[in-house]
């Protein structure tokens, strides 16, 4: 058992409020995300009996959206902005800068643990580009001196 | 000048609680609609108003409406579309953030239009304070009778369901929203059956933008006529633009439909970055064809942008100085629908990858002549062809920049690198 009880209650609540309980199948994917901090066969499995769908139907759905990776990442996931508002304000250099500083590559994890850098499609934040959105939240109007701090931030929260 | 309408009180920090949001009005229209309008009246209210969607296609909300079949047993759905996630748009954000109560409010007012019990609150799943406060604002709004059984002694029930997105572009088309709604993989649907005849569950169902919603309870409360006295002949009321791009003060602006884009750019947003000449501007989301600089006098309505060879589309100006390789920029775009394209259809699935990887080779300084026409080629094959439009937004920046700038592309083929290298780099401070 991998999903905690909580965890599954909170899936069996959910189902409740569709007419369809496999539209609960995202919802459910978001508490194991939550909760783990990725996918694995295992949750898709423990997901489907509580819901009562089929294995399949769970892994096919979170394989076609990006939210719900089976690989494991930093504690800090970084997802830099790579679209168009972005672009043009300067968000590739944003990558670099922040695969250099941290000394890893794209999708990779820091040797401790605690950063993945990847890159990411619009995000919604088009006005305020630069952005990075790091676990849940969005960090807008990135500048050098900007990103120091939050790495320095993140590094002393451990 | 802004008019703001929907964006009146986003500024106030506290807009999205409830006691600040009914002090400001909210849920009076609500309370009306309740106590004195009947379903068929507000969906002739919205059809008088020429409302029409701020989703991207800009379809007449009340002839939408108006396709929901009257006599059925089936229950009848509303989706709220907060999937944003067209390039250069985050104008949804602002309201969802802002004044999260007019779009639940909106909903509620939808819902009751086209007699609907049960409405569900799509919001992309990257966009995390939206979520908590719409998900607050919803039950807050329960907590003060708004939602629920017999709400206000009407004898009209509502709930209303939030549902997180799992990261697609696709899932902003309405069909494929609806696809994952049900817990699939977000596939666009071939239309007919429309949505409004058979949609979620195989039930009618409407699917309307947040903004789209957003303007409801101000049409309610101020009158059809009073709206449609906003904005032009055809495109009535406001619109909240996102200037993005090289502008001096990007933001959301909320203008009346008809505003000038060369006050939006060279106004409101403060002009082009640095002074620097301006290149191209895509007008509507970056599904939507380049204008050049000559189109600067162009009205931001429907109409006019039609006029000027390109599409209001999600109201998403992205502003690009002289001192960027147009052919970079289509590459970018590329790589997103690419990376969007659902794989349902062939022509965008295979399409879309063969013009990203063409793209990159041209920019990375290893393109042939003859891939300028094979680019076209390719569009052309995409455009028309899938089920639903991310095939054709795929197509569109490729044919108009190739279009419009087609000397670059023979330019950076030639040389094997840029005309015009940006030079923007992370700014420090």
Request: aromatic residues 8%; charged residues 20%.
């Amino acid at each position: 058992m991998i999903l905690s009880d909580s965890a599954k209650l909170q899936i069996s609540q959910t189902a409740t409020r569709y007419p369809k309980v496999r539209s609960a199948i995202l919802p459910a994917l978001h508490v194991a995300y939550e909760e783990h901090g990725y996918l694995s066969d295992q949750m898709y499995e423990e997901i489907a009996q509580v819901l009562g769908v089929k294995f399949i139907e769970v892994a096919e759905a979170a394989s076609f959206y990006t939210m719900f990776p089976k690989a494991k990442r930093g504690k800090y996931l970084i997802q830099v902005c790579r679209n168009i508002s972005c672009a043009l304000l300067g968000s590739h250099h944003l990558t670099t800068y922040l695969l250099d500083k941290l000394n890893v590559g794209l999708g990779e994890i820091t040797a401790d643990g605690l950063f993945t850098v990847v890159e990411a499609e619009c995000l919604g934040s088009c006005t305020t580009a630069p952005m990075m959105q790091v676990n849940a939240h969005y960090y807008e109007n990135l500048t050098v001196e900007k990103v120091d701090r939050l790495i320095e931030e993140f590094r002393s929260q451990k | 000048m802004e008019t703001k309408l929907l964006s009146q009180f986003v500024g106030d920090p506290q807009q999205h609680s409830i006691e600040r949001a009914i002090e400001h009005g909210a849920y009076q229209a609500w309370q009306k609609v309740l106590k004195e309008i009947a379903p068929a009246d507000l969906i002739q209210i919205v059809k008088d108003s020429g409302l029409r969607g701020r989703g991207g296609a800009g379809f007449p909300t009340g002839m939408k409406w108006g396709f929901v079949p009257k006599e059925t047993l089936k229950p009848k759905y509303l989706c709220c579309n907060a999937d944003e996630s067209e390039p250069g748009t985050c104008k949804d954000r602002v309201l969802l953030e802002g004044d999260p109560h007019a779009v639940v409010e909106g909903m509620m007012i939808a819902s009751y239009a086209i007699d609907c019990h049960t409405a569900f609150f799509y919001i992309r799943g990257e966009y995390d304070v939206g979520q908590v406060r719409m998900s607050k604002a919803i039950d807050d709004a329960y907590a003060k009778g708004f939602l629920g059984k017999n709400i206000l002694g009407s004898g009209y029930d509502l709930d209303i369901v939030v549902h997180r997105g799992g990261g697609a572009y696709i899932c902003g088309e309405e069909t494929a929203l609806l696809s994952s709604l049900e817990g699939d993989k977000g596939l666009a649907r071939l239309k007919p059956p429309f949505p409004a005849v058979e949609g979620l569950y195989n039930c009618p169902t409407i699917i309307n933008n947040v903004e789209t919603l957003a303007n409801l309870p101000h049409i309610v409360m101020k009158g059809a006529q009073w709206f449609a006295g906003l904005g032009t002949e055809k495109s009535k009321g406001t619109r909240i633009f996102s200037v993005s791009g090289h502008v001096k003060n990007p933001g959301n602006y909320e203008l009346e439909l008809g505003y000038s884009l060369r006050d939006l750019v060279y106004g409101l947003a403060g002009g082009i970055l640095d002074d620097k000449p301006l290149k191209a501007i895509i007008p509507g989301g970056s599904s939507t064809p380049l204008l050049l600089p000559d189109k600067i006098d162009t009205k931001l309505d429907f109409e006019s942008v039609a006029a000027a060879g390109s599409m209001l589309g999600s109201g998403a100006v992205i502003v690009i100085h002289e001192e960027t390789c147009i052919v970079w920029v289509a590459e970018i775009l590329a790589h997103f629908y690419m990376h969007e394209s659902c794989g349902k259809c062939t022509p965008c699935r295979q399409g879309t990858g063969w013009m990203y990887e063409i793209l990159r080779r041209i920019e990375a300084g290893h393109g042939k002549m003859e891939d300028i026409d094979t680019l076209l080629d390719i569009a052309d094959n995409i455009e028309g062809n899938t089920i639903c439009p991310l095939g054709d937004a795929a197509a569109v920046p490729v044919i108009s920049t190739v279009k419009l700038f087609r000397d670059e592309y023979v330019y950076h083929i030639e040389h094997g690198k840029c005309k015009v290298r940006s030079q923007f780099r992370l700014r420090v401070k």
